[in-house]
């Protein structure tokens, strides 16, 4: 078997990545070894945000996204029709808040830095933060109103994109893990050995997310991609009284911050299940999937503090996941500097979803050499921030 | 119908229980101290209390609180199982519907 | 200093296990979700309803009485119940996390519990394959049926029927007309051959199985003396009404459990009362970590070990085998945790050999049949919490390519709802060949064990350990 790109990982991220090189009209097989958007992808919330990132390159990355999840999730639900479910895309808006008089200015000043970068943002009086969620405790001392903040049911997301890269003609192959690369005498990057038998590609596409780590290192090279643990509580079903995605701005300390113990911050949102999704924690605790009580009920106690009435609303799930983390924060998508013919796309923590669809057009652009949609050097693998976390060439 | 097997029909003959009042939505319901609300309802012949999203209704099914079908607010707690939750007097029960949201907004729609 | 043993399900697995741990010389915690022991086996009037005569309900129920009677006298044995475990912690010791109170309450209190030996006896529940109308009210499992008579004398309905497949369904029957129902007739889906083969291959191997062989011999006398049929080779295939069952439908099966069309007769009913088989109760020692074998039961060894250190597990969870089974393995698993001697149990690994082969002779007889899907209708509810139909499920299993469970439920929402797949699981599987993607993904695996409001949560101290009463 030969294709133009072998793309390892059949999560939100290699799935996008998978249609969008389909559609450019190259021949792709994705790798996948366990099953189809069954890890990360299967054990997050589906965020869409723009309100928890600093200005920078993930915001910009971030902005595009926004402005391109309307036309993606169309497209999709036009080209899978109506048996398919739907990616439940809604631009439901975000409202970050500040429960402390501490917490108030920070916020403020985050946002205004935002609007600056050119977020949308609205700040909002207890008065007005009240009028948009009636039920939030009513002690706030500051709230900001990001009405580009959007949600996604990641896991049909990712079964959208994998099926619409089916149908430009990509090969998923489940159940299949990459061994190793075929070299040629040179010694370049020019297949994957497969129980099945190698695969001959033109590029090798990395993209599984934690594990990415360890899928780069069967091809003999490094990605500095690390696992962060998050956990999210799951509510019995309930008459909606949440409206948008709502968060205490302590979300940004825990998202901007590399700090190994554990970290909560409140993320709450209703579903079209009519559940209320609670999120979450942040830990590095490696490939750990024990489940820790103390872990749950921190995340219980923010969410309580922001919504009151949450207190009596039972709990019927708690699940958690892998996250890939970068040290400097940053996703990688592009080339790997010291492997020819080896890409990456990874390293997005808890924002891949919402990221995928413009990781790909940005991954795509570099890999046929059409115009990117936004600047890609930030995301190089050979940017400096990553210098020290990276082995040399071969 | 559901119903309570008649004392004096019954050949196990269980002691006399002392009665007891509960109210489901409102109406009062007569029951006996040792019965579960889901007993309390089934014994006056209510197979069904609560609503579907899809607005079908639904009662006791496993009895044995494995399915959570027999849910209902009790003293204002939501999801409480009836099968496994005794009744005791001065319960006020509320059935639950899935299908309606108190603020009338269907999930996710922006104000 | 004397062993601690922490036995959770008080039926008779779980009873026997606390016995017997305590007479070994253990500290014994005996934990039950209920209100009373026993469990579903013994399923019981309450204390403010006894009666002097409620043994005519039950078999055994001396020997539950003496079990009762000894957990409640013995100072080495501490019996908790309405203690709901809804977490099992395994980052240190292997520590159960339980609420105490009435069910589901708000503010009930919270106990974070280890020990030097864990049995689990968490049992089972009964299985019910879907059927067009099985949502309507006036459907009840049989365990329903059956619970509702024996513990609250209510019976579900006037005119009954009652279908599934297996021996349960005669003492389902026997609990209704015993509670005043007329049943209507036993629909049971194993074909006489096939029932022939599992229970008459071997028969003297049933005279070691103390109680089976008479327990199913009254049930069959008592069938004859009430004329009620007894129908192998059929199924309910449907229950219709507006609003509630109002009628029936029952068709004969083939081999497989396919309806033979042309055989449909409808009966006026209003109660339907159906199992199919159990479903062992696997979250908490699937928390613990303990192995589950191919057939989704918890691996143990010969002293009813698990694979978690100091974790045992006795009764239905490993393998459904009745209450004979449950007995041993349960005094088996409760001795060896105490520290005691194995030369002590001959005896009771010569009944666990018995009692095994009774286990094989139902799976043998009653085991479900593939067939069954033919019932289905596109709009049949499959998940009854999400209420998604068949038809949904199979063609969004197709849409998405999809064979993995977890991607599955979260693209359907089968399974995502409050029972946490209790009772779709396992047919959500086998209808779309979905495979978990390991051991710990498979619709048996619940994190969270039982509902927790978010305020109570939120509440737990947060010392190392958590709990403020670690044993």
């Not at chain 1, 036309?71 to 439901?92: C, H, I, M, N, T």
């Not at chain 3, 089974?325 to 088996?332: F, P, S, T, W």
């Amino acid at each position: 078997m030969n294709a133009d790109v072998v793309v390892i990982g059949a999560g939100i991220v290699g799935a996008a990545c998978a249609r969008a090189l389909a559609r450019a009209g190259l021949s792709v097989v994705v790798l996948e070894r366990g099953a189809a958007a069954g890890a990360t992808s299967a054990r997050g919330e589906g965020n869409l945000l723009v309100s928890d990132k600093a200005p920078g390159p993930e915001l910009d990355l971030a902005l595009h996204a926004s402005a391109d999840w309307p036309r993606l999730a169309a497209e999709l639900a036009d080209e899978l029709g109506a048996a398919f479910p739907s990616v439940e895309y809604q631009r439901k808006g975000g409202v970050v808040v500040a429960l402390t008089e501490a917490g108030a200015e920070p916020l403020r000043a985050f946002a205004n830095g935002q609007a600056a970068a050119g977020v949308a943002v609205e700040h909002l009086d207890a008065a007005a933060a009240l009028a948009f969620e009636p039920d939030l405790n009513p002690a706030l001392t500051a709230a900001v109103h990001y009405p580009q903040d959007a949600q996604l049911q990641p896991v049909v997301a990712a079964e959208a994109l994998l099926a619409s890269a089916r149908l430009a003609g990509a090969t998923v192959l489940t159940g299949t893990e990459a061994l190793g690369a075929v070299r040629d005498r040179a010694g370049r990057l020019v297949g994957v050995r497969t129980r099945a038998g190698d695969i001959g590609a033109g590029a090798v596409l990395v993209a599984a997310g934690p594990w990415s780590g360890d899928a780069a290192a069967a091809l003999g090279a490094d990605v500095p991609v690390r696992p962060r643990r998050g956990m999210v509580l799951v509510t019995a079903r309930m008459a909606q009284r949440v409206r948008h995605k709502v968060y205490d701005g302590d979300y940004f300390g825990a998202t901007q911050s590399a700090a190994a113990d554990l970290q909560t911050s409140s993320v709450v949102e209703s579903t079209p299940g009519r559940t209320v999704l609670i999120g979450s924690s942040r830990e590095q605790i490696g490939f750990d999937d024990r489940l820790r009580v103390e872990v749950l009920a921190q995340i219980a106690r923010r969410a309580v503090r922001l919504f009151p009435f949450l207190a009596d609303t039972p709990v019927i799930r708690a699940y958690g996941g892998f996250r890939p983390y970068m040290p400097d924060h940053l996703p990688v998508v592009g080339p790997d500097h010291r492997h020819p013919g080896l890409w990456h796309a990874t390293g997005h923590e808890g924002a891949g979803i919402g990221l995928a669809g413009v990781t790909a057009s940005l991954l795509c652009a570099q890999l046929t050499g059409t115009e990117p949609p936004l600047d890609p050097a930030p995301f190089q693998l050979a940017r400096p921030s990553l210098a020290a976390h990276l082995g040399g060439t071969p | 119908m559901s119903e309570l097997v008649p004392r004096a029909a019954d050949p196990i003959r269980p002691a006399a229980a002392s009665p007891l009042r509960i109210t489901v939505d409102g109406a009062t319901l007569e029951g006996l101290q040792g019965q579960s609300i889901a007993g309390v309802l089934l014994a006056h012949g209510r197979t069904a209390w609560r609503t579907t999203v899809a607005g079908h209704p639904r009662g006791a099914f496993c009895g044995i609180g494995v399915c959570f079908d027999c849910v209902a607010t009790v003293n204002g707690e939501s999801d409480v199982r009836t099968c496994m939750r005794r009744a005791r007097d001065g319960d006020a029960v509320e059935t639950q519907d899935d299908g309606t949201s108190n603020d009338g907004t269907e999930p996710g729609e922006r104000p | 200093m004397s062993v601690s043993v922490l036995v959770i399900g008080a039926g008779p697995a779980g009873l026997s296990a606390a016995v017997a741990a305590a007479d070994a010389g253990a500290m014994v915690t005996l934990l039950d979700a209920g209100d009373g022991l026993g469990g579903q086996y013994w399923r019981h009037l309450p204390p403010e309803r006894s009666s002097v005569r409620e043994a005519r309900l039950h078999h055994g129920w001396p020997l539950f009485e003496r079990l009762r009677e000894r957990v409640a006298a013995d100072e080495a044995i501490t019996v908790l119940t309405e203690a709901q475990v809804w977490a099992v912690e395994t980052t240190g010791a292997v520590t159960v996390r339980v609420l105490v109170g009435p069910a589901d309450a708000a503010g009930r209190e919270p106990l974070a519990l280890a020990a030097d030996a864990i049995v689990f006896a968490t049992g089972a529940h009964d299985r019910t394959l879907p059927f067009p109308g099985w949502n309507l009210p006036g459907t009840f499992s049989a365990g329903a049926a059956q619970a509702l008579a024996k513990g609250e004398r209510i019976a579900v309905g006037r005119r009954a029927v009652v279908a599934g497949a297996g021996p349960f369904l005669l003492p389902v029957a026997r609990s209704l007309t015993d509670a005043g129902a007329e049943v209507l007739g036993v629909y049971e889906a194993a074909r006489p051959l096939h029932a022939a083969k599992g229970w008459l291959a071997r028969p003297h191997r049933l005279l070691g199985a103390a109680r089976k062989g008479p327990e199913l011999a009254g049930y069959l006398g008592h069938h004859l003396r009430r004329r009620i049929p007894y129908r192998l080779g059929a199924a309910v295939v449907e229950a219709r009404g507006e609003g509630r069952v109002e009628e029936a439908v029952i068709a004969r099966l083939d081999a497989d459990w396919a309806p033979v069309p042309g055989t449909e007769r409808t009966v006026a009913v209003d109660a339907v009362c159906v199992s199919h088989g159990f479903t062992p109760r696997l979250e908490l020692p699937i928390a613990a970590g303990c192995r589950t074998g191919p057939d989704r039961f918890v691996l143990v060894d010969a002293d009813q070990r698990t694979s978690v250190p100091g974790v045992y597990a006795a009764g239905e969870i490993t393998g459904i085998g009745g209450v004979d089974a449950a007995l041993v393995e349960g005094r088996i698993a409760g001795h060896r945790a105490a520290g005691g001697d194995r030369s002590a149990l001959r005896a009771d690994l010569r009944r666990r050999r018995a009692a095994d082969d009774v286990a094989r002779r139902i799976e043998a007889a009653h085991g479900v049949r593939p067939g069954w899907r033919a019932w289905l209708r596109d709009d049949t509810v499959v998940c009854r919490c999400e209420e998604v139909p068949y038809g949904r499920l199979r063609d969004t299993a197709a849409a998405t390519a999809q064979d993995s469970l977890r991607s599955l439920k979260l693209t359907t929402r089968a399974g995502l709802g409050i029972c946490q797949a209790r009772m779709c699981g396992r047919t959500v599987e086998e209808l779309t060949g979905a495979a978990p993607a390991s051991a710990a993904d498979t619709s048996d695996q619940r994190p969270l064990a039982a509902p927790i409001r978010l305020g109570d949560l939120a509440g737990l101290a947060t010392t190392p350990h958590g709990g403020k009463d670690t044993q």
